[in-house]
């Protein structure tokens, strides 16, 4: 009976882990959630597609333009406003909720991929 209970219970803890990271000089703190339970977070490869399908669904941006590697003001001439609502479009396509001081930083792709995929709520 206690071995069952054990293993139960340790198929549902969490154990926090914190990490920053540096992505093109700037730096993002991320606390992504380990678990026993083989939870079903989100692989890269679909963090990448689904943040690459946001960016070229903004109105203000030619989708020929996006890379894997596109920053939002240098290569599309995009203003801090439209970093704000492309990091919105980010939370709600998957559904999180990024800090202000978090998405002040976010400022190109691999930036938003980064914090998305180490970001424990996402899916």
Known sequence: MASALKSTVLRHIRVPISQTLTVNGSRLTAVRLMSS????HLDKKEVADRVL???KSYPKVDPSKVTPDVHFQKDL???????VEIVMALEE???LDIP???ADKIDSLPLAIEYIYNHPMAS
Not at 37 to 40: I, V, Y
Not at 77 to 83: K, P, R, T, V
Request: negative net charge; glycine residues 4%.
């Open 77 to 83: 001439g995009l203003d801090s406003l439209d970093s």
């Open 53 to 55: 399908d946001v960016i």
């Open 93 to 95: 396509e998957f559904k």
């Open 100 to 102: 202000d001081k978090e």
């Open 37 to 40: 339970s083989h939870d079903d």
